[in-house]
Structure formats: C-alpha cells, structure tokens
C-alpha cells in the first residue's frame, strides 16, 4: 500500500455517521462462547464505536501493490502464528493472512473510510456466494460456470482461466446489483445514496478491469511495475506454495466463516491516532484474546516522516498480544533492496516485542534502522 505525502492531511469524510467513542466492546468467538457477560453488539454497532474520523488517501488502494505480500507466510507458519486476534490495513491481502494466522477475530483498520465500503462490497459477496469461484465470477461481473461442484478442488489457474476467458455480462451484472445492495443494507452500516454510487464505482472497476486490475493513485497511470490482480492470485510464498486465500476452498471458506460471523470488522482510523486502534486494542481485551499478527503495509514509513511513529508505538503497546505476535510490513523503494530479484517490495516479519523494545532503548529511531535490523 504505497501511499502519497499528503496521505495523513485529514479532511472530514463526507457521508460519514462514525462515532470516536472509547467503547468496549465484546465479541463472540468462532466457537460461540464469550469472554465476558456483555451482550455482543451488532457488527453496525462495533464498526461506528471502534472508528474514528476519516482522512484522506489519493489512491484507490481496491487491491495490493505488494507484489511480495506472500513471501512472509513460510515465516509465519515455522514461527506457528495462529489463532487470536488479527488486525491490518487496507485491501483483501489481508484475507490471505487470515487464511494463514486462522485468527478467532480480525479488525481491518484503515484512516480512509473508503475502505471501509470496499470491505462491505467484500463482505456482501462473501454473503453471496457459496464457493470461490462464486465469488470471483460475482466480484468481476462473470456469469457462474457450469457444474459448480467441479470448481471446489479446482487450482487457482483453472479459476483465474475461466475468469480471463469469460466476457463479463450484462445480465449478470444487473441481476446481482440489487442483492449486494440488499447484502449492504443488512450489515447495519448506515449508508447514503453516495456510499452505495461508491461502492458500486469500485465493483465496476473489478468487472471492466478484470483480473488486469492495478493498485492506482489519484492522477497518475497505474506504474508497470504494480502487480495485476491475476499476479497478487497467483503469487506464492517463499516456498512456492501458491496461497492467497482464494487458490484453495478451505482458505476460502475459513474467510467466509468469519464474515458470516461478523468477525472481520471494518474500521476506519489512523493506526497513530487517539481512538480507534485503542478501542481495538480494549475490544480484543474485553474478549479475551491476544493478538497473533498486525500487518500494516508501509505505514510505518510516512509515520516516522510525520513524526507519529511513538504514537503509534504507544498504541500498539496497549494491546494484549501473545509472546510470538509479529508485525507483517511491507517496504519500498530503496528500502526493499534485500528483498526478491525483481519485486518492487519486500515482505517482513518483526517480533512485536523485539521492535517495542528496540524503539524503547533507541535501536529503531530512524525508519531504515527499523526495515534494515
């Protein structure tokens, strides 16, 4: 998620009915049992008391730039990350990590609220779709190939082959539009006639980019170098397994599960902020987890260039977390240059107990000093 200077210029987001309210808040685990005697809030309720204001990103940020997103998760299964609380920034990479980490909750945490309608689309075509490649054909406007059954061991390149071969319809499209728009509405999530216009403008750019779809920024063509979605679904990790949540259906409806469980929570907040990942921070203790992964793209970057890193820092330190909880980033530029031949990214994993206590005695004062340890 490579993103402007200007990133962290906040401006009040338009249409926006979120509350900064400190709340606690109690979920449900996957199995059902609680962790407190509270009633759980509805997913609406969760979503308004944990954000806090919007701010302002220029780019669309619908899909990943990280073509190295997958690289870590060999790293995450040797040190048996799993299980707990997840939380991440921006797009559907983070189902992947799900998919890996299997977390019993997870909050998609991102300081635009555009985000956040992108993560009802997902969620209102999770509801809606059985299998995985229900989902892709409903997230780019394909009509459903025959025999389902068939598709449920099928190979990520059988599906990403379908879906390349297969002109979008028409028909389909029209006949879909009015049941995500009923799926949206029954989240909770109050939503204007322009945050659906919004929503559908992003579905549109799945179903006439098709898996040719880049991460793209405001006034500039998306740059070669960014993946396609068709590379992010085929990418492997570093032992050339091929493992985005979408290339097997046990990752897919691992995810699913979750959704249907309102357990992938949608929030919109700035990781350095005074609100929202605190309240996460509070949500997951009222719970009783811990956090297992935290991904947070590059964000680290325009943190320390914004003088924000301690804030978030201090945030971080608030929240419960297992001995081995890591942090997944991802770096650019010359940063990346120990990463893989050819990527314009490098994928990383970091002890969260290693980078509190070396911020804490001045090892990772400096950003390079953090991605370069």
Do not use: C
Not at 113 to 119: E, G, P
Request: charged letters at 20%; zero cysteines.
């Amino acid at each position: 998620m490579a993103l402007s200077r200007r990133a962290r210029n906040y401006a009040a987001s338009t249409g926006a009915v979120l509350l900064a309210v400190a709340a606690l808040v109690v979920l449900p685990r996957v199995d059902g049992s609680t962790a407190a005697e509270q009633p759980s809030p509805s997913f609406a309720t969760s979503v308004a008391t944990l954000s806090e204001r919007g701010g302002y990103f220029d780019t669309d940020n619908l899909i990943s730039n990280e073509r190295s997103y997958l690289q870590v998760v060999s790293d995450l299964k040797r040190r048996s990350v799993h299980g707990g609380a997840y939380i991440g920034v921006g797009p559907d990479q983070n189902f992947s990590y799900i998919s890996e980490v299997r977390p019993n909750v997870a909050f998609i945490i991102d300081v635009r609220r555009d985000n956040l309608l992108l993560h009802l689309l997902f969620k209102a075509l999770f509801e809606l779709s059985e299998t995985r490649v229900e989902y892709l054909a409903y997230l780019t406007g394909r009509p459903l190939p025959p025999a389902l059954s068939g598709w449920r061991q099928a190979p990520i390149d059988r599906l990403v082959g379908y879906v390349d071969k297969t002109s979008a319809s028409s028909d389909a499209i029209t006949a879909r539009r009015q049941r995500i728009d009923d799926a949206l509405r029954r989240t909770g999530v109050p939503l204007s006639s322009d945050d659906f216009q919004t929503i559908a403008a992003f579905h549109r750019r799945f179903i006439d980019d098709g898996l040719s779809l880049r991460f793209n920024s405001t006034g500039r063509p998306p740059q070669l170098y960014y993946p396609t979605y068709r590379d992010l679904l085929l990418e492997t990790d570093a032992s050339g397994n091929q493992v985005n949540y979408l290339a097997s259906e046990d990752s897919f409806q691992f995810v699913k599960s979750l959704q249907s469980r309102d357990r992938i929570v949608p929030v919109v907040g700035d990781i350095s902020g005074p609100t929202a990942l605190q309240a996460v921070g509070r949500a997951i203790a009222a719970r009783g987890e811990r956090l297992s992964a935290f991904y947070v793209s590059n964000v680290e970057f325009y943190l320390f260039g914004q003088g924000a890193y301690s804030r978030f820092v201090t945030n971080l330190r608030g929240i419960p977390r297992t001995k081995g909880a890591v942090l997944i980033r991802s770096v650019f530029g010359r940063y990346s240059s120990f990463g893989r031949p050819g990527d314009a990214s490098q994928s990383q994993l970091h002890a969260v107990e290693d980078l509190l206590g070396g911020y804490d005695d001045g090892r990772y004062r400096s950003y390079g000093e953090l991605v370069r340890r």
